[in-house]
């Protein structure tokens, strides 16, 4: 029991209560503002537009004190200040599920050392780090827009596919024959999937953005990703949809939910144990 105690208080001590893991929620927090931006402003196709924040209702400038994240939200009862409309409950939830994101993943690739009473960054750890955020950023923005309109835009998913160019020459890890592969077989084997699908059902069964989705993650995890993401996102959206249409109480078996979120999911699931999903496939 001591030896548990023990245990708990170093992660408590090193990471729950560790300064840098405040830095990072807020970092997370305050990015994951931006990130609704452009979720909002990518399928308008207007992510440079010079304008400040707005209501989306009656169209006036938000003033920067009601930009906080989370507690903005919390602040005004989830409703806008300036014409008392319903504010969107997506807006505190990206910025939480970044922040968050932000903490695992410096838990998971912590990079600033302490020795000897010294403080010094572990540079390919670093460069871990922020591969993983820029992965995971991309992701959420994509699956929430993918929720939202069921698109998943060419900005993420080609611009993840071309962004696996810098990663294979930068990241200590990735290789450039895995990350290619990764890619191919990314691409490939879901769009052989939905071409049968479509030749034998006459109907489309994976959109096409899914498929970009998995061939941008094989290019930043490499080949050995592909499959264990299809697996986990498979069961989550067997999951996932089935208590859908039993909460709905619909009385057929065809709903349209989108695939990107769970590939998502499952991408990060990878990210975070890696080796250990192909362990336990390989064994199944």
């Given at each position: 029991m001591q030896d548990i105690y023990s245990l708990y208080s170093y992660y408590a001590l090193n990471y729950v209560f560790n300064g840098y893991s405040v830095f990072f929620f807020a970092l997370g927090a305050f990015l994951g503002s931006f990130y609704n931006v452009l979720i909002f402003r990518l399928?308008?196709?207007a992510v440079f537009a010079k304008k400040r924040s707005h209501c989306r209702h009656c169209n006036k400038?938000?003033?920067f004190y009601l930009n906080v994240p989370i507690l903005s939200w919390l602040f005004l009862r989830g409703k806008t200040a300036c014409c008392k409309k319903p504010l969107s409950i997506q807006y505190p939830l990206v910025e939480l599920a970044t922040a968050i994101l932000f903490v695992m993943i410096y838990w998971h690739s912590p990079f600033i050392e302490y020795t000897n009473g010294h403080y010094s960054i572990e540079w390919r750890a670093l460069i871990r780090f922020i591969h993983q955020i820029m992965f995971a950023s991309l992701l959420l923005i994509g699956s929430v827009i993918d929720l939202r309109l069921k698109i998943l835009p060419n900005e993420i998913t080609l611009g993840m596919v071309g962004l696996s160019v810098i990663w294979i020459v930068i990241h200590p890890e990735l290789q450039w024959h895995a990350s290619l592969?990764?890619?191919l077989f990314g691409g490939g084997i879901p769009y052989l999937v939905a071409w049968t699908y479509w030749i034998i059902r006459k109907k489309q069964g994976?959109?096409?953005?899914?498929?970009?989705?998995l061939a941008g993650i094989g290019g930043w995890l490499g080949y050995q990703a592909i499959l264990p993401t299809i697996f986990t996102a498979s069961i989550l959206g067997s999951f996932i949809g089935t208590a859908v249409l039993i909460i709905q109480k619909r009385s057929h078996l065809q709903y349209e939910l989108p695939f990107g979120p769970f590939l998502s999911i499952g991408a990060m699931i990878y990210v975070f144990t890696g080796q250990h999903i192909i362990t336990l496939l390989a064994n199944m």
């Open positions: 399928p308008e196709k400038m938000i003033p592969l990764g890619i994976l959109g096409m953005g899914d498929v970009k989705l």
